[in-house]
């Protein structure tokens, strides 16, 4: 398909092209304020079907937009059987959405709205790369703050490009950044002996030697914790799996904050170390001394900021006190650990933006969100 400025988008073929397509942000944002470049072996392990764990469940295509034979944008279409499962319009995504033109935008979403049409999809939501437990969102504010792991990032523009092909926003996602250190911990100073009045509960971290027990642990607290929120789709054993294999070199026991209740597994966290911290000055592809300084940076754990990737209280504790005090007594628990860590600041994201129980408890530490996705959708004719 064409546009009057001779723009052509077309499906991406072959491993040459899909390599382009993976690479394609970091050349087209390189020089732009606010970007670094994260890791091609890290978008690669994302993107490409042959690794990534969204194919098992979903199936997908992805289109470059170019311009007198050059590449000038991306977008991927997908369809995820999870949530076709999931009760109302039957709902395909797009994602991957990459330009620094504005006069792209609508070709590519046309791309994946025809793709998607012909598999009989009815509303149209992203962006998901690939899905909801993937990169979410287009960057709306805070392209000048501190890149982070997992987090996408996008120019100013982009998300206006997409309300003007006619898309209507559907959710926002918030990011919010604790500073660790005695101001913070104040913040959330807990009322003395309030661990002990809520019963029997205790804390504790990763087990390194059982790392798939806890694993499908965390799955299963994730997955009852957020089913039937807005977006949600299931995390599978072999994403779970994967992510902490994957993470494995960079994780550390205090990282995972398992709450029990009686003995019985009640909430779960899991904070991953920010890769840009020891990446983001080697480009997207080092050389080879770059790798070996990435490899020592590692080894010596060189990180001064984290993300919660992950952060859930089962649904049994709904309509009792535990339920709102066990995000409390877990991030009080990651505060007292942060004296065992390097890092000075953690991010809490995403948040839901109707998430109002949760952003009230955050928002006693850090009052204002400092990065914003936001998601749209579509329908189908």
């Known amino acids: 398909m064409s546009s009057p400025i001779q723009i052509t988008v077309s499906p991406v073929s072959g491993s040459r092209q899909l390599s382009t397509f993976i ?31 969204f194919y098992d469940h979903g199936f997908g295509c992805y289109f470059l937009a170019w311009r ?11 369809i995820d059987a999870l949530v076709l499962r999931q009760p109302g319009p039957r709902t395909g995504f797009f994602g991957a959405l990459d330009t620094v033109d504005p006069d792209c935008v609508a070709p590519l979403l046309q791309a994946a709205e025809a793709w998607l049409k012909t598999r009989q999809v009815e509303r ?15 960057m ?4 000048n703050e501190i890149p982070m792991i997992s987090t996408p990032w996008h120019p100013a523009m982009l998300g206006d490009a997409v309300e003007k092909a006619g898309y209507a926003r559907a959710m ?14 104040q913040a959330n100073q807990l009322p003395p002996r309030l661990r002990d009045r809520m019963g029997n509960i205790r804390m504790r971290g990763l087990r390194m030697d059982h790392i798939n027990e806890d694993a499908e642990i965390l799955r299963d607290i994730y997955n009852d914790a957020w089913s039937d929120t807005w977006g949600n789709v299931p995390l599978t054993q072999r994403e779970v799996q994967g992510l902490l294999k994957a993470l ?64 859930g209280v089962r649904k049994k504790y709904l309509g009792t006190a535990l339920r709102a005090m066990l995000p409390v007594l877990i991030i009080d628990e990651l505060m007292r650990r942060g004296h065992a860590l390097p890092y000075r600041t953690i991010e809490l994201g995403w948040v839901l933006e109707s998430h109002e129980g949760l952003r009230a408890l955050i928002e006693r530490i850090a009052p204002q969100p400092y990065k914003r996705h936001r998601m749209y959708e579509k329908l189908l004719a």
């Open 124 to 138: 149209i939501r992203g962006p998901w790369t690939l899905n909801s437990n993937g990169q979410s969102g287009i």
């Open 172 to 185: 926002d996602l918030l990011s919010y950044r604790m500073e660790t250190g005695p101001a913070a911990e």
């Open 23 to 53: 690479k394609l942000p970091r050349r087209l944002y390189d020089g732009l304020p606010g970007y670094v470049p994260p890791l091609d072996m890290e978008e690669r392990d994302l993107l490409s079907p042959r690794k990534s764990a």
């Open 68 to 78: 007198n034979g050059v590449p000038v944008g991306r977008i991927s279409a997908q």
């Open 248 to 311: 494995k070199p960079i994780l550390r026991s205090e990282q995972y904050v398992l709450a029990e209740v009686d003995g019985e597994p009640a909430a779960i966290a899991l904070v991953v170390p920010n890769m840009f911290d020891v990446a983001g000055d080697l480009g997207g592809s080092p050389s080879p001394f770059g790798w070996l300084q990435l490899a020592t940076r590692v080894a010596r754990h060189e990180f001064s900021s984290a993300r919660v990737v992950l952060l």
């Open 140 to 143: 709306v504010e805070g392209q």
